[in-house]
């Protein structure tokens, strides 16, 4: 079959428009680049609707993909549905995962308040879940986690852990209705070394200009903070929410 | 005095030519972009020579800024010199500080193996310099410390902190002469949590696809782990760096 070759081609178009998120919302579809990504939505309760090909690639042989229709398209076609300088001749269109309800039992939980930046954001995830943490609350403001530079700076963790949209606040209530202690993070906490490690806990990060917000902190039950040795007047979200998070689990 | 005008005005295209390394090392200056971080720069042991301001912007009234010259350009010639969509009319040539012989002496030391991502880098020097690492290597491979990436996630923390390019087995047995314990990092090494903070040491941290030579590895006291329980195969590299640079340091 002949590739698809006009950037006016329907389905192009239609592929094209879930670079934003309006029509990502719209659709509950949206792009995951390259090769190492689509291998591990096939593998994660991911539906992988359509895996897009530049002309003359093959899918590898071990991949199972019996329910997903496979496109061939130019190289010109391709890099027109990439984000990035080098999108390894693969882009797949998959369905948003159900955000789940997530349930806040006894476990570990990570609330996010306003986090704008998507590697940072990405990153958080991808730490968020190597770190078994059963749930992360996306609250208001924060980057849309199907937005392509998320997912990529995930390294595939958003098809392995639960997300949802959630006012905070709530969220907050309900980790204290269910006796799971809440960690807010600011300047003017107690050092995070003086906590031992918790079975359960939820903990709150926020904006990387303007910190959790001060309702957020006056909720929580206790608010840490990671001591600056140096001139820098605070680290990273995704490095603190880095030493946070695995100290807070222990081993 | 009329701002310049033309991007084709010598000193522009000069100036442009910083976002190559190449020029970067002929001339041994620099470009920082952004209110913050030029701020940052006329704090620090920085000869800051030039500030671009847009025409109608103004340097901050408590500004040091007596043996700096100001040159003022039109909107579209700052948006020449600057790689962010958001320059804030503000961009200053700097002289590279030299670069210092680092002196291991009983100290804590990070070593950076072909590290390549900006951003990645960038974030790793200002968590370093927060937790007040007295020196970071740069080892083959990695990025250069004034890109302008790498000066933009450093949030300023590049001019507070001793930088050298080295070849890091040297590097490696310098520390070793100096009984400064080494650690790599590993998927196969021991946990990092079961070693105790430490007074001194070098930590070694890899390359984002393949970690830290083997050849590095080998020649470590010690080769550290984080463990994973999810499926995500590793960590971002400048969280892990985070969290061991935290537990190696203590408190």
């Known amino acids: 079959m002949e590739p698809i070759s006009?950037?006016?081609?329907?389905?192009?178009?239609?592929?094209?428009?879930?670079?934003?998120?309006?029509?990502?919302d719209r659709s509950g579809l949206f792009l995951v680049e390259g090769v190492h990504l689509v291998e591990e939505a096939l593998k994660a309760p991911v539906n992988v609707k359509v895996i897009v090909l530049v002309?003359?690639?093959?899918?590898?042989?071990?991949?199972k993909v019996k329910n997903t229709e496979i496109v061939y398209v130019t190289e010109r076609v391709l890099q027109e549905l990439s984000e990035t300088e080098t999108p390894q001749g693969m882009i797949a269109v998959?369905?948003?995962p159900e955000l789940k309800n997530i349930v806040f039992d006894q476990g570990k939980y990570v609330l996010l308040d306003n986090i704008q930046d998507p590697g940072n954001?990405?990153?958080?995830?991808?730490?968020?879940?190597?770190?078994?943490?059963?749930?992360?609350i996306f609250g208001e403001g924060c980057a849309d986690p199907y937005n392509g530079k998320v997912v990529r700076a995930t390294q595939g963790a958003l098809f392995h852990i639960?997300?949802?949209?959630?006012?905070?606040?709530?969220?907050v209530d309900l980790c204290k209705e269910n006796n799971i202690p809440v960690f807010g993070t600011s300047l003017s906490g107690s050092t995070y070394s003086a906590i031992a490690p918790q079975d359960s806990f939820?903990?709150?990060?926020?904006?990387?200009?303007?910190?959790?917000?001060?309702?957020?902190?006056?909720?929580?039950?206790?608010?840490?903070?990671?001591?600056?040795y140096g001139q820098s007047e605070s680290l990273n979200v995704s490095v603190a929410a880095g030493i946070l998070i695995y100290h807070l689990r222990g081993d």
């Open 6 to 24: 006009s950037i006016q081609n329907a389905r192009i178009k239609a592929w094209r428009k879930l670079f934003k998120k309006r029509e990502r």
């Open 55 to 63: 002309e003359g690639k093959d899918i590898p042989e071990q991949w």
């Open 94 to 96: 998959c369905e948003q």
């Open 121 to 136: 954001l990405g990153s958080i995830l991808r730490t968020a879940e190597a770190a078994g943490i059963q749930g992360v």
């Open 162 to 171: 639960s997300v949802q949209r959630m006012d905070l606040s709530e969220a």
């Open 202 to 228: 939820a903990l709150i990060l926020g904006n990387e200009g303007a910190g959790v917000h001060h309702d957020l902190l006056h909720k929580a039950d206790q608010n840490l903070y990671i001591p600056i």
